[in-house]
């Protein structure tokens, strides 16, 4: 029957459907499976989480108000649901809902389908690993797709797999790239046109970053477009076959020799889609490797903002936050579009400490300003030219010309390598038109040493330890004005702040902290107005949808990520967390 519809489909309206097939118009729907139109749809009624971001341009607001400042405090638990087993580790997935299900990925490329009104499982995919994968930042996964009657997510062994969300089978699998060269997979996979859009994690072994469209149906590759200048970019026909595409950029234009080869740039916290301008928005992550006298030039596209066309393939524009970096200060962070001035503008808070305010079709630079309150590399951003104003002397020194010839002259950073803000994703509001962004603030020791690249090896060249910069506090989050670049409020925390933001029409923030605390705050003055301790450390972003009348609020708890593995100092100072794996979902009770 689903064939004869989705042909129908194609052709007649569901109201037309529904009267010669003798069934309602949310039945054809639900038959016909998720939809490109439903995924644009979903965010202007919040009813249900169709993709990553609560809608593909990744505002993460919600426009459901039944839960507001007014009775928040009322907010309880309805259900928990454990991961269970031993494997426990960074928890750091948004969940999707669709037909009363909730789809939920897990460390170690594990995936759950529960009924989101009991927590019930209806059933478990647990993706055999191969021994010597090379996740740089733990195991984590940060969720999944939905398309037709499929769920789709990537492995940590750089593979994609389509299950069948009914049964949890498999209905496709495909290899990405080769693991043991250091390609993974972590971000949640984008639907945008109707096709599946995904990057590659791996920076820190040498890999090379794209973006690869493919057919979410079968796997089929689509089109594929390297983030290193000087890569081919290719297109395919429906047999597979491939054909040349341009190149990225113009070999050897700002690489120099032959890393671009190796370059890095991945990927790897996925992208956004605006469908008014067709472009998806990719960050790219840290020129491989870190030490920037090997590689003089601005090193495109590494730290920066790639706009893709999605009909072509091709780069439209790009924006680079941290040319030729020297702090591994990946610019892979969500660039989120809103509407501001009459214009479709998008906002992207990046790891070097600075939020950039870039014009959603062209690129152009509109604003630029500190998120954070120490910055040691640059001292701002030129508004004509778009650079950023380098401090010379806190770049680290050539190792080739110190003493011994092994260490370069140590700096101190702020921010950071691990940013002003990592993976955890922003928020914004087209209520207050703020920005809520987790930001942390902290400093390191960095340094250059000698390296060549091995294949499957760490690819760095650089030495660091992380360290706090203040007694009482590393993490706040932050109300930000992108029109002003004020800070309009902020809520300090002892820990860094690791999981992402939502926000919704009943004038809340919610946002969880690494102590276990999963928070709301009224979002105009930032006031906590509840909390509720989830029992380990929240690195994942919040959600909230609609069931039965009622509103829902949930959130994955589970410490880990990149803070206990690569924290230096601080991950001494945060070595009291605990592991955890559950999922929490709330409701205010009926009377």
Known sequence: MRLKLSVLLTQLSLGTVATLVGLSPDAIAASAGVTDQMIQDSPRSGAEVLSS???????????????????????????????????????????LIHDGKMFVTASYSRIYALDAASGKKLWKYEHRLPEGIMPCCDVVNRGAALFDNLVIFATLDAQLVALDQATGDVVWKEKIDDYAAGYSATAAPLIAGGMLLTGVSGGEFGVVGR???????????????????????????????????????????????????TGGASTWM???????????????????????????????????????????????????????DAWDFDGANEFITFDMDGKRMGGKADRNGFFYVNDATTGKLENAFPFVRKL????????????????????????????????????????????????MPMAYSPDTKLFYVPANEWGMEIWNEPITYKKGAAYLG?????????????????????????????????????????????????????EGF???????????????????????PPITWMQGGEQYVSVVSGWGGAVPLWGGDVAKRVNFLEQGGMVWVFKIPKP
Not at 478 to 504: F, S
Request: glycine share 14%.
């Open 53 to 95: 971001g609560l809608g593909t341009q990744g505002q993460r607001y919600s426009p459901l108000k039944q839960i507001s400042t007014g009775n928040v405090a009322k907010l309880l638990p309805a259900w928990a649901f454990s991961f269970g087993g031993e494997k426990q580790r960074g928890q750091e997935s948004q969940p």
């Open 211 to 261: 973006v690869e469209a493919r057919d979410p149906r079968t796997g089929r590759m689509i089109w594929s477009r390297p983030t290193v200048e000087g890569h081919m970019g290719y297109t395919y026909d429906k047999d597979g076959n491939k054909s040349e595409n341009g190149i990225s950029g113009t070999t050897n234009k700002s690489w120099p020799g032959d890393l671009w080869k």
């Open 270 to 324: 996925g992208g956004t889609y605006d469908a008014k301008t067709g472009l998806a928005y990719f960050g790219t992550g840290n020129p491989a490797p870190w030490n920037s006298h090997l590689r003089q030039g601005d090193n495109l596209f590494s730290c920066a903002t790639v706009a893709i066309d999605i009909k072509t393939g091709k780069i439209k524009w790009h924006y680079q936050g941290t040319p030729n």
């Open 376 to 423: 040691t590399w640059a001292t701002g951003v030129d508004l004509k030219t778009g650079r950023p104003n380098f401090i010379p002397e806190n770049r680290s020194g050539d190792p080739t010309a110190s003493a011994d010839g092994k260490k370069g002259k140590s700096v101190f950073a702020a921010p950071g390598f691990l940013g002003g803000k990592n993976q």
């Open 462 to 514: 650089a030495g660091f330890t992380i360290k706090p910069l203040n007694e009482d506090y590393i993490g706040a989050l932050r109300a930000v004005d992108p029109k002003t670049g004020k800070i309009v409020w902020e809520v300090k925390n002892n820990a860094p702040l690791w999981g992402g933001v939502l926000t919704t029409a009943g004038n809340l923030v919610f946002w969880g902290t690494p």
């Open 518 to 540: 999963l928070k709301a705050a009224d979002a105009k003055t930032g006031k906590i107005v509840w909390e509720f301790q989830t029992g380990s450390g929240v690195v994942a």
